[in-house]
């Protein structure tokens, strides 16, 4: 009779203990999925982020190298009058050279180069994140599409998200005419 008590308490211990395990990994399952989904959410805010970086530098690079190429316009236009109001060669070389002297070196090619240096970096990085946000969508998809995963999920509930992968056209709002009037 004791034996057959042991047998029993075993038995019932198995039974709790195999019920536990699916337990917790059924649970286990949704977490991952919840914690895939998560990485998936952030990748796609990453790209956002970006994005509006991409829109707030290029306005703002492009209207200080307008402001920029004002200045020396207007620099160049008063070295070019200057040159005009003398009479003959020897004042122009003078006024030239007070001229050069009294205004600072002309850099707006720099302001160009750094306006294309940003662009390039910010596109690089939405790029990056684009690829990043793919990678993320491929292993959530997989990993929520897997058996038993899938049945398990199912089981729970929990409603699969679809994902989809990011298309890298250029989009049709693209900025314009940054330079016009």
């Excluded at 729970?156 to 900025?175: F, H, I, K, W």
Aim: with cysteine.
């Amino acid at each position: 009779m004791k034996n057959s008590w042991k047998v029993v308490l075993i038995v019932a211990a198995g039974i709790i203990a195999v019920i536990l395990l699916c337990v917790l990994g059924v649970q286990n399952s949704q977490n991952r999925a919840f914690s895939l989904e998560e990485q998936v959410n952030t990748a796609d805010s990453d790209i956002k982020v970006q994005e509006k970086r991409r829109v707030d530098l290029v306005y703002n690079l492009a209207d200080c190298v307008k402001q920029y190429d004002k200045h020396e316009a207007e620099t160049l236009t008063a070295i070019v009058e200057g040159r005009g109001s003398t009479g003959d060669i020897e004042n122009v070389t003078t006024a030239i050279a007070a001229v050069s002297e009294a205004y600072p070196e002309l850099k707006s090619n720099e302001n160009y180069r750094e306006l294309m240096n940003e662009l390039s970096i910010t596109e690089n990085l939405i790029a990056e994140y684009r690829s990043n946000y793919n990678k993320q969508v491929k292993e959530y998809n997989r990993y929520v599409r897997k058996f038993p995963t899938r049945a398990f999920l199912d089981i729970l509930g929990y409603e699969v998200q679809t994902y989809s992968y990011l298309n890298y056209d250029a989009p049709v709002d693209a900025p314009q005419n940054l330079f016009g009037e």
